[in-house]
């Protein structure tokens, strides 16, 4: 681009701020990658404690051991992105924020709580309505919106049902609330 | 032609670094070389005028070993900026 020292008309001036604010409003995309990881290890990890149980296998909580190894790989994936990243967003930054808060909550939820393991699932299914709908919100990706209004009410019924069929439930809220509007993040990244 | 508008931002490549930068939180030289399509040596110099005036603050820092520069719009930039979009809404008005 060359530089035209004052002799931009007023036209080529309301072209160029237009042009150039909407090539960065491409930037604000939030990558699917996170949400399809988590939504698939709690789905396997819910899917699989189910079976675990109907089967009658004491060691039933095994599954959940995919959790850490899910964070492991999150740092990693934010350490490398951070490195190749060229610029940073009001947005992006925002919803660094809200998981980061969801993080803390899960944190204190998981360490601190006295209800047995399955009470405080639809909790974090209420947690995961606050991540997806505001991540939703501030992106402007309805999907995201609708998948946490979906764990809101999965959590309803969750806090109704209270046994282990809320391992059940919690495969749903995740599949509805981070896989679905996870491929479809990806499949609106690539647009 | 216009009278009062803001030299520093009528200019093609100052004015797309500033609409760039005002934008988003902050930006790598790469991004706005990419972005814009100038040429280093043009955007350096161009960068350096908005420092200048403080309408950017330029942060040098290193990633990897690598010397990297990103920019950020300062809050005089952003009121040199709205005020430059004005200038230009009243003339599109008037005419």
Same mark, same amino acid.
């Given at each position: %681009?060359?530089? #035209? +020292?004052?002799?931009?008309?007023e036209q080529e001036s309301?072209? @160029?701020?237009?042009?150039?604010?909407?090539?960065?409003?491409? +930037?604000?995309?939030?990558?699917?990658?996170?949400?399809?990881?988590?939504? !698939?290890?709690? =789905?396997?990890?819910?899917?699989?404690q189910f079976i675990l149980?109907?089967? #009658?296998?004491?060691?039933?909580? @095994?599954?959940?051991?995919?959790?850490?190894? *899910?964070?492991?790989?999150?740092?990693?994936?934010?350490?490398?992105?951070? #490195?190749? +990243?060229?610029? #940073?967003?009001?947005?992006?930054?925002?919803?660094?924020?809200? !998981?980061?808060? =969801? *993080?803390?909550?899960?944190?204190?939820?998981?360490?601190?709580?006295? %209800?047995?393991?399955?009470?405080?699932?639809?909790? @974090? %299914?209420?947690?995961?309505?606050?991540?997806?709908?505001?991540? *939703?919100?501030?992106?402007?990706?309805?999907?995201?919106? !609708?998948?946490?209004?979906?764990?809101?009410?999965?959590?309803?019924?969750?806090? +109704?049902?209270?046994?282990?069929?809320?391992?059940?439930?919690?495969?749903?809220?995740?599949?509805?609330?981070?896989?679905?509007?996870?491929?479809?993040?990806?499949?609106?990244?690539?647009? | 032609?216009?009278?009062?508008?803001?030299?520093?931002?009528?200019?093609?490549?100052?004015?797309?670094?500033?609409?760039?930068?005002?934008?988003?939180?902050?930006?790598?030289?790469?991004?706005?070389?990419?972005?814009?399509?100038?040429?280093?040596?043009?955007?350096?110099?161009?960068?350096?005028?908005l420092s200048e005036a403080?309408?950017?603050?330029?942060?040098?820092?290193?990633?990897?070993?690598?010397?990297?520069?990103?920019?950020?719009?300062?809050?005089?930039?952003?009121?040199?900026?709205?005020?430059?979009?004005?200038?230009?809404?009243?003339?599109?008005?008037?005419?």
């Amino acid at each position: %681009m060359e530089t #035209k +020292e004052n002799q931009l008309t007023e036209q080529e001036s309301l072209q @160029i701020i237009q042009s150039m604010i909407a090539v960065a409003k491409n +930037e604000v995309k939030s990558d699917s990658f996170i949400y399809l990881l988590w939504g !698939w290890l709690v =789905f396997i990890a819910s899917i699989s404690q189910f079976i675990l149980i109907e089967m #009658k296998n004491d060691l039933n909580s @095994i599954p959940w051991l995919l959790m850490p190894i *899910g964070g492991i790989i999150t740092i990693g994936y934010f350490v490398r992105k951070r #490195k190749e +990243e060229k610029v #940073k967003t009001h947005v992006g930054d925002f919803i660094k924020y809200i !998981w980061t808060a =969801f *993080g803390a909550s899960m944190v204190v939820i998981m360490f601190f709580n006295s %209800m047995n393991s399955m009470q405080v699932l639809p909790v @974090i %299914m209420c947690l995961y309505g606050i991540g997806l709908f505001l991540s *939703g919100g501030v992106l402007k990706f309805k999907p995201l919106v !609708w998948g946490g209004i979906f764990c809101w009410l999965c959590a309803i019924a969750g806090f +109704e049902i209270q046994n282990i069929y809320l391992l059940l439930i919690l495969a749903l809220a995740v599949l509805g609330g981070y896989i679905i509007p996870g491929y479809l993040l990806k499949m609106n990244n690539k647009k | 032609m216009f009278k009062d508008l803001d030299p520093l931002l009528h200019s093609q490549l100052r004015l797309s670094i500033m609409s760039l930068l005002i934008s988003v939180k902050e930006a790598d030289f790469s991004f706005l070389k990419e972005k814009t399509k100038a040429t280093a040596g043009n955007l350096s110099v161009q960068i350096t005028k908005l420092s200048e005036a403080d309408y950017i603050v330029v942060k040098k820092t290193f990633k990897d070993n690598y010397p990297q520069t990103s920019c950020i719009i300062t809050k005089k930039g952003i009121k040199a900026f709205e005020e430059y979009v004005d200038a230009i809404k009243a003339y599109i008005k008037k005419n």
